[in-house]
T-cell receptor
Framework: GENVEQHPSTLSVQEGDSAVIKCTYSDSASNYFPWYKQELGKRPQLIID?????GEKKDQRIAVTLNKTAKHFSLHITETQPEDSAVYFC?????????????FGQGTILTVHP | GAVVSQHPSRVICKSGTSVKIECRSL??????MFWYRQFPKQSLMLMAT?????????EQGVEKDKFLINHASLTLSTLTVTSAHPEDSSFYIC???????????FGSGTRLTVV
């Protein structure tokens, strides 16, 4: 089955700095990679996603890059703000008959200091 | 947008009792529902996949007799934790594909505490 590794486990930055979180996956059949932000006790909130036929996607301060050959993808947050502080999870979906079955990374606790 | 309503949001039960968690799709038909479990400070782990009108598929290591899943209609899937023990205390959350490509919607989650 799919295995997703996420690093770092914790990330502390100053307000205004950039934050980068990296994930690798093992199943070359995976073709959809969402990123979620989760606040304590709440449901995961989709912040950006990318499909395997795209190398990069950007939405305002958030961007995701995907390297299919190397099987890794990264989340980039620029101009970080204190409200960006949360736990971030990457995930991979193998699609096909496994559509919707997400394998999550271990999570990254992002702290943005004012 | 597609919404999955999950209840209860919090439940405390005594060891040995059973607890039922419901996930209901409000404005779309959820033929498939995924059930995840999240222990404190850990990631979400898929427990099982339920499909309307058929038996659920459980991930390796998940006891099907302990975690009963029923998906009797296109809008309702339930997870029953039977004979709950303190180690079953966790955050349980459901997710359904919303169709039209890779979209999923999550329920709001259920915090189960077994005392």
């Amino acid at each position: 089955g799919e295995n997703v590794e996420q690093h770092p486990s914790t990330l502390s930055v100053q307000e205004g700095d950039s934050a980068v979180i990296k994930c690798t996956y093992s199943d070359s059949a995976s073709n959809y990679f969402p990123w979620y932000k989760q606040e304590l006790g709440k449901r995961p909130q989709l912040i950006i996603d990318i499909r395997s036929n795209v190398g990069e996607k950007k939405d305002q301060r958030i961007a995701v890059t995907l390297n299919k050959t190397a099987k890794h993808f990264s989340l980039h947050i620029t101009e970080t703000q204190p409200e960006d502080s949360a736990v971030y999870f990457c995930a991979a979906d193998a699609g096909g008959t496994s559509y919707g079955k997400l394998t999550f990374g271990q999570g990254t606790i992002l702290t943005v200091h004012p | 947008g597609a919404v999955v309503s999950q209840h209860p949001s919090r439940v405390i039960c005594k060891s040995g009792t059973s607890v039922k968690i419901e996930c209901r799709s409000l404005d779309f038909q959820a033929t498939t529902m995924f059930w995840y479990r999240q222990f404190p400070k850990q990631s979400l782990m898929l427990m099982a996949t339920s499909n309307e009108g058929s038996k659920a598929t459980y991930e390796q290591g998940v006891e099907k007799d302990k975690f009963l899943i029923n998906h009797a209609s296109l809008t309702l899937s339930t997870l029953t934790v039977t004979s709950a023990h303190p180690e079953d205390s966790s955050f349980y959350i459901c997710s359904a594909p919303t169709g039209g490509g890779y979209g999923y919607t999550f329920g709001s989650g259920t915090r189960l505490t077994v005392v």
